[in-house]
């Protein structure tokens, strides 16, 4: 009895795992692919209230945010529902592409209405790539190591949006909100 509570208790509880970053290329791969993502979308996001300021009109960046971000909502909340018989991995190529090329174009926002339509088409694309990343995640990587895959996809996130405003701030600050975007839109084609 003592030697099963021991094999029990111990050796499998203290053994130590490496991390699944380390062991799962697929995860490896939606880090740095969430890394682009979260660093294209915080220059979209800081550059969009940049120019609206630039432009005299504050309001700009705050009607671009909401309508972008109810287009995103709702489009995901349709993906969502969809039942693809692609294969996950193409669904993952698919929306890298669709997704660099969306925001890719924001090399040609210097304009409010430029933005607004550029904004408004990409957000379409936005909440299924993320859907897609995460179900990617889901599948490459065992039950019991879900939620640590998960962590990382955000800590790559995370990094891509501490990254992305602080090297558009000072771009915003030397060259403008145009130069900005154009930063952003190479981050973005980073993506695929």
């Known amino acids: 009895a003592d030697e099963a509570a021991e094999k029990g208790s111990g050796a499998v509880g203290s053994r130590k795992q490496k991390s699944v970053?380390?062991?799962?290329?697929?995860?490896?791969?939606l880090f740095a692919l969430m890394f682009f993502v979260?660093?294209?979308?915080?220059?979209?996001?800081?550059?969009?209230?940049?120019?609206?300021?630039?432009l005299g009109n504050a309001n700009i960046a705050g009607i671009v945010l909401i309508v972008a971000s109810c287009v995103?909502?709702?489009?995901?909340?349709?993906?969502?529902?969809?039942r693809l018989r692609v294969?996950?991995?193409?669904?993952?190529?698919?929306?890298a592409v669709v997704i660099g090329l969306?925001?890719?174009?924001?090399?040609?926002v210097d304009s409010g209405l430029s933005l607004f339509v550029?904004?408004?088409?990409?957000?379409l694309f936005y909440a299924p790539l993320l859907i897609t990343a995460n179900?990617?995640?889901?599948?490459a990587v065992p039950g019991d190591r879900i939620t640590e895959a998960i962590t990382w996809m955000?800590?790559?996130?995370?990094?891509?949006?501490?990254?992305?405003?602080?090297?558009?701030?000072i771009i915003v600050d030397t060259w403008g909100a145009a130069t900005s975007f154009d930063f952003g839109a190479l981050l973005a084609a980073a993506v695929p």
Request: aromatic share 12%; with cysteine.
């Open 21 to 29: 970053l380390r062991t799962s290329a697929v995860v490896r791969v």
């Open 38 to 54: 979260g660093a294209f979308f915080s220059v979209f996001d800081a550059t969009t209230v940049a120019l609206a300021e630039e």
């Open 72 to 82: 995103s909502m709702v489009t995901g909340f349709l993906f969502g529902m969809l």
């Open 87 to 95: 294969p996950q991995y193409a669904q993952l190529v698919a929306a």
């Open 102 to 108: 969306a925001y890719g174009s924001m090399f040609l």
């Open 118 to 123: 550029m904004s408004t088409i990409a957000a």
């Open 135 to 139: 179900a990617t995640c889901e599948r």
């Open 154 to 169: 955000n800590a790559g996130m995370t990094c891509g949006m501490a990254f992305g405003p602080s090297v558009s701030g």
